[in-house]
């Protein structure tokens, strides 16, 4: 009885609380923006009434609710899930999956490499792979965490010049993703990169630096990055809608330089 009742699925108004308050929205502000009744919202979060496919769909539009958890909310409320989640290599997502392979060939000879919603590598471009050179068997996987290849002790960590910065940077980004998403796997991982060595500064905002930069010590050269991250518009595949492309561009002629001449070109 004890593990019935415990394993039992949480009703739809509890997965809905729960979101709204992970926004930070009271439920005023949700029914505002969703064109609801405070009152109907109410009802709706403690099961006196029950919301149809469409207003389910409607709230999680508004409360950014990821594709994988829209899915989720439709089942806890009674419906199939509609949005489809494929492997990378299905061939309904080939177009994607070639734009993706295109955007990295093209990123060459900068770094440039494709995760998913756990920082787990899909594809990496030539230049990534030559930083990635030499690392532990252990740590490059498969499957590779990027995020614990920068900054394990025996990976990348070593060679990047400004470590406490730029695991700053990386580990406020993943309490944000993870505070977003409620992901237990990235707290899981947060808790992991911050057991590492290295320390945490913040970025001074008086330097004049227009964003956190990656600073790799590479062959008796320090190679200067700046990042980027490129999604896909409007998915409508889990998979699709939670893979991301990783950029790192030069942040000075010298690195353009020694990345053209690591390549060949």
Known sequence: MTLAMTSAPRPIGHHL????????????????DAEISARHLSFLETGRA????????????????PLRDRNQLLLAA?????FAERALDDPAL????EAVERLLAAHDPWPALAVD???TLQA???????????LPAALLGPPTNVLRVSLHPDGLAPRIVNLAEWRGHLLSRLRRQASAAGDPVLLALIAELEAYPGGEAEI??????LAAPLRLAVDGTVLSFLSATLMFGAPQDVTLSELAVEIFLPAD????DALRARAGV
């Open 17 to 32: 609380r729960d979101w709204r308050q992970r926004r930070r929205l009271s439920q005023l502000d949700l029914a505002l």
């Open 124 to 134: 990496a471009n030539p230049a990534a792979q030559r930083l990635m050179a030499g």
């Open 50 to 65: 029950a919301p149809s496919r469409e207003m389910v769909l409607r709230l999680a539009e508004q409360l950014e609710v």
């Open 94 to 97: 080939a177009p994607a999956r």
């Open 204 to 209: 001074d905002p008086t330097a004049g630096a």
């Open 78 to 82: 009674g419906f199939a899930p509609v």
């Open 253 to 256: 002629p010298a690195t353009a």
């Open 117 to 119: 919603r756990h920082w």
